[in-house]
């Protein structure tokens, strides 16, 4: 059975697998997945490769690019979408959502109990099958004021 690799065994420790089910985590996929992993805040495409390099200096903006589109496809990191701006990426797969300020693109992440299934209307509830909720809070940061 495949496990999200951004969740934590009971020690702790992220484990990713290299091969579940067909799924093969290759060097360079592995190298941006642990590169994100180890970013603080939400990184673009541009800043997981430049990190990246470090790791693995012949790692090209390209091979950035399809890495992320396949963990992003298959489970391992999730994009931020954002309007008029690059995709900011998350390897942080627990729930959660964003705050995103308007003036300086900074993302916070606020705990998923703030807004579930749960405190959806019970029209939507009754009358869809709710697979998820990603809240994306517009505002201007404490900085920005």
Known sequence: MWQNPS???SDGVVRVPRRQKGIVLTPQRLCVY???SGMTGHPNIEEVHRSALKK???LSLNTVYSALSWLEGNGFVSAVPLRGAPKRYDSVM???HH???VKCGK???ISDDVFSEKSLPSKIRKNHSVLGVDVIV???CGECK
């Open 107 to 109: 993302i916070t992440d």
């Open 94 to 96: 627990t729930g959660h």
């Open 7 to 9: 969740m934590p065994n």
């Open 138 to 140: 517009k505002t201007v």
């Open 34 to 36: 642990e590169t994100l």
């Open 99 to 101: 705050l995103i300020c």
């Open 56 to 58: 693995m200096p012949t």
